[in-house]
């Protein structure tokens, strides 16, 4: 069984109540204020100028050029659909991560080495690095990760979690060995739109597109994402915001709780017991994540407001 956040049922199924607030993902509890879908958006099928203008958007946000750019349902449908366009057989993830990366590469026949070390990714087929890393936050410079690169035939990055730490970014400086995979719900808080994006080579993104089909993605992802990207003012303001916020929230946190790491969208600290600890804030309407692999680690996504901080100050 594959184990994520966001099962806020199974909270609610577990500890009762509704007025939860879901600190258990890593997506921005600040969204993007959207506004109102056109007519266009909800009726008609997204034409080829509708893509081209979510592919300028993205390509202006992320530095690179709008043909390397190739929309998806979100990050999630690039992780399920790289090993089937990629050759070889020989996989290694650079753990531990986000489970889904090894988990789609097994289910499509590859080979896959979880490592820890960065160097033996050395000689993979397909090597996979999250950067910043979900759950711990390690990160890599673009440097160490043209330098990876160069020890692999080729290197998917994912960047899921870059938005808030554009320095660690290589969209704009890629490697051609090198596909990135980015996320929108997360940062831009609209996990629900699916939207997400993958950068590389044009014959590798035309592939993903013949095995995503005509209409991957939805008008309405298409609108809200790319009024979005462009919305220079609200990504700046909400950088500053993530980062302030991240260490307020370990301000509350560690007296408690040792900080591990984390990004700017989650903190992943150290319990004593990471079962209780979930316990201890579900009763108090608030819902974590905790790893069946850790038995001591206990991720918080950052809260979005000061009640919020609050509760979560008051359940420690």
């Not at 997360?186 to 629900?192: R, Y």
């Not at 929230?249 to 992943?268: A, C, K, M, S």
């Given at each position: 069984m594959r184990d994520h956040g966001g099962d806020i049922d199974r909270a609610a199924g577990r500890f009762g109540g509704g007025d939860w607030i879901d600190l258990s993902t890593g997506i921005n509890r600040r969204p993007w204020p959207a506004g109102p879908l056109s007519a266009h958006a909800l009726t008609a099928l997204p034409t080829e100028a509708d893509r081209t203008a979510l592919h300028a958007a993205a390509a202006g946000r992320f530095g690179c050029p709008a043909d390397q750019v190739l929309a998806l349902a979100g990050a999630s449908a690039a992780i399920q659909l790289l090993p089937h366009v990629l050759m070889g057989h020989r996989?290694?993830?650079l753990s531990p991560t986000y489970n889904e990366h090894a988990a789609s590469l097994a289910a499509a026949g590859w080979q896959v080495q979880q490592v820890t070390d960065p160097l033996r990714l050395a000689a993979a087929n397909l090597a996979v690095i999250v950067n910043p890393n979900n759950p711990d936050g390690r990160s890599f410079t673009p440097a160490?990760?043209?330098e990876i690169a160069g020890m692999v035939t080729h290197l998917v990055v994912d960047e899921s979690f870059a938005d808030a730490r554009p320095d660690l970014s290589v969209a704009g400086r890629r490697p051609a060995n090198v596909t990135v995979l980015r996320s929108f719900g997360?940062?831009?808080?609209?996990?629900?739109l699916r939207l997400g994006f993958a950068l590389g080579e044009a014959d590798l993104l035309a592939r993903l597109a013949q095995r995503a089909g005509p209409w991957s993605v939805s008008g309405p992802a298409i609108?809200?994402?790319?009024?979005?990207?462009?919305?220079?003012?609200?990504?700046?303001?909400?950088?500053?915001?993530?980062s302030e916020?991240?260490?307020?929230?370990?301000?509350?946190?560690?007296?408690?709780?040792?900080?591990?790491?984390?990004?700017?969208?989650?903190?992943?600290?150290?319990?004593?017991?990471?079962?209780a600890a979930q316990g201890r804030l579900a009763r108090a309407g608030i819902w974590s994540r905790i790893f069946p692999w850790h038995p001591r680690w206990i991720r918080l996504g950052i809260p979005g407001s000061r009640e919020e901080f609050d509760r979560v100050a008051a359940a420690l």
């Open positions: 996989a290694a993830v160490e990760i043209a997360k940062f831009w808080g609209l996990a629900g609108q809200i994402g790319t009024q979005a990207l462009a919305d220079d003012a609200w990504h700046a303001d909400t950088v500053t915001w993530l916020a991240a260490l307020h929230l370990d301000q509350i946190v560690t007296p408690h709780w040792p900080l591990v790491g984390g990004t700017h969208l989650f903190r992943l600290y150290q319990t004593p017991d990471a079962t």
